[in-house]
């Protein structure tokens, strides 16, 4: 049965007298106990400490109230009073790899601040790293910053799950590989087959490479994997390069992307309700969506001003639904394969949508100027079923609705 939040707070603050926690305890972010049990959400008390460590919004509070109780372990910033401050010299990682340490099997709560990092926060088997909230709680990776990402799991043949990343924003600044980095070598040790890691609300910015990566060795990589409600900007690799199976992917974006905004190249993958916008580098393609594993079922997404496609679908058995391409593509004569709203490379296809060119539309400040097709056909595919609408009104550099041609097996229809 659900709780309303005060019985919650009323819960927390009996588990910490229970456990002898001190009335005097530090200070989360400038909330103290008596404060976060009164159910204060944001704010910042007299003499706390730089960087403020305000938690805002119930999520937060609810970590703040589990930490003062003692049933979570939190970081804070130096002279804080948090278990385990942050050293800025060293970097923000060791502390809360330490944190980490002491859960074991559990959550850490990082209090809201921007904290220097020098490597890499390494989350094991069934472990939670839980911030304020992506704008409140950053991590920024600093000059000496080493290792592959700014959250990784363990190296050599990691075989745990149920890792769960949220509410915490990773600036790379162009120095770390990977905001996050999640990869399985061998089938998990508990929860088989299925590793399924969650990261919901994470904020990703300026990576060398991939913004978001999960995969690894094992057959499906991060199978089962849950990702919600993140947002990856200027990425100098994929937005989101998902290279594992059975994942669930809803209500993210992407802003920019140097190869594209979303790879799924894990089968049987389900999007829902996601947006890229601005991605390619302006001399290579950059598609907003590539669908290249098999059965991917793709709902209410859009790509808009792309240098690139919109969508780019090669795995066989693929579905999309009420997906909208708006003046995704190159645009110049002669890149007619990278200037359209759908590019369907694979038979036993299903496309449902929208694919227009919108005056002034594109990716203009990477050269672009739009779409010439809504849906350009690879040869040979078939067992095709496109269904979309364009705009009757067709400013340039937009040409048409179909480029290419499909088998005998195939219903193509473009409106417009």
Known sequence: MDRKPSDRRALLRGAGMAAGAAVAAPFIGGIGPAAAAAGAGSGSAAGASAPDAAVSGAAGSD????????????????????????DPTVGAQAAINAALAAAGQGAVFVAGGTYPVKGPVVLGDRQTLIGAGPVSTVLRAVSGFSGTGMITTPSGAFTGARMCVRDI???????????VNLQIGAKPTTYGPDPAPWLSRVFVSNTVSDGIYLGGAYSGGERELKVTDCRVENAGGWAYNIESSDGFIGGCSAQGGKAGGYLIAGGNTKMWGCKAYGTGNGSAPGPAFRLSSARATVVGCEAQDTWGCGFEVTGRGSSLAGCTADSTGIGTTGNDRYSAGFYIGSSAVNVQGCAYQRAGGGASWLGATGMRWSLYLASGVDYVMAQLVSDPNRPSPYQGGVNGTVGAHSSVTVLG
């Open 63 to 86: 970590a703040a109230l589990a930490a003062v109780s003692g049933a979570m372990p939190w970081v804070g910033p130096a002279d804080s009073g948090a278990p385990f401050e942050v």
């Open 169 to 179: 924003g990773l600036e790379a600044s162009g120095i770390a590989g990977y905001g």
